[in-house]
């Protein structure tokens, strides 16, 4: 084949492979049945992009949809942290997936350790209690098309992996979490409370506007996830 006919081929056929990988996005849209989180006291909305996305603000919808978790109680809100009818304790409560808050100056200090590698701030929702398998989505409204770079505030006492999908479609591979794990401590329950940042963990290309991120929980689980503080790349 003569050499501007190959490059012909190579231009169309990369074409027709953007094309298709647009058209499955689009479909992934199209059927998705979640819908950004909101709330009395969180007024929510797709979460903005440049800016920090957070896990605890996964989409509704339910399981299936929005989420696959494990079993269908939430570990966190309304049992380790009892219903009172407080908005930090009640939180999403009737979920699957499961979640609890960063808890300052307790008389046994939690997340507010010289474990910390990174402070985390007070009262924060987090995704906690991960098991590989589980999943969750957020529908994030993008700035700008481009790539992105994430760093994630977390803790992590055996370290694993997560990934990223973008409107359905792989998007990272597998992404490797340090463990926080300090044998220091000795109280065996707070090394899940070792909060980190993993800088630049994933990188994403994004189309400006709505796309739904899905974090994959791939091995280990045993990890809390605060956020993904996304920043543009390059
Ligand atoms: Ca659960
Ligand atoms: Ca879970």
């Not at 849209?29 to 920090?52: C, M, N």
């Not at 009262?123 to 481009?146: A, C, L």
Request: charged residues 25%.
């Amino acid at each position: 084949m003569p050499r501007t006919g190959f490059h012909l081929c190579l231009v169309l056929a990369s074409l027709f492979a953007g094309a298709a990988w647009c058209s499955s996005r689009r479909d992934f849209l199209a059927q998705y049945k979640g819908t950004p989180f909101e709330d009395s006291r969180y007024h929510g909305g797709a979460q903005k992009i440049p800016g920090k996305v957070y896990c605890a603000f996964y989409d509704r919808g339910g399981e299936g949809v929005a989420y696959h978790d494990s079993d269908a109680k939430n570990n966190g809100s309304g049992a380790l942290n009892p219903a009172d009818g407080s908005y930090l304790n009640e939180f999403r409560m009737n979920e699957g997936v499961d979640i609890s808050y960063t808890k300052m100056d307790r008389k046994t200090p939690i997340d507010d350790t010289q474990y910390d590698r990174v402070k985390p701030p007070a009262n924060m929702f987090y995704v906690g209690w991960t098991v590989p398998g589980e999943w969750f989505d957020i529908t994030v409204d993008v700035k700008r098309s481009g790539w992105y770079s994430a760093d994630l505030l977390y803790t992590s006492n055996r370290g694993g992996t997560i990934s990223l999908d973008v409107d359905g479609e792989p998007a990272t591979g597998p992404l490797k979490i340090e463990s926080t794990f300090d044998a220091a401590d000795r109280v065996a329950w707070r090394q899940w409370h070792h909060w980190n940042v993993a800088p630049g963990i994933a990188k994403v290309k994004l189309r400006r506007g709505i796309n739904v991120l899905t974090v994959h929980i791939l091995t280990e689980g045993q990890m809390n996830l605060a956020y993904f503080d996304f920043k543009r790349a390059g």
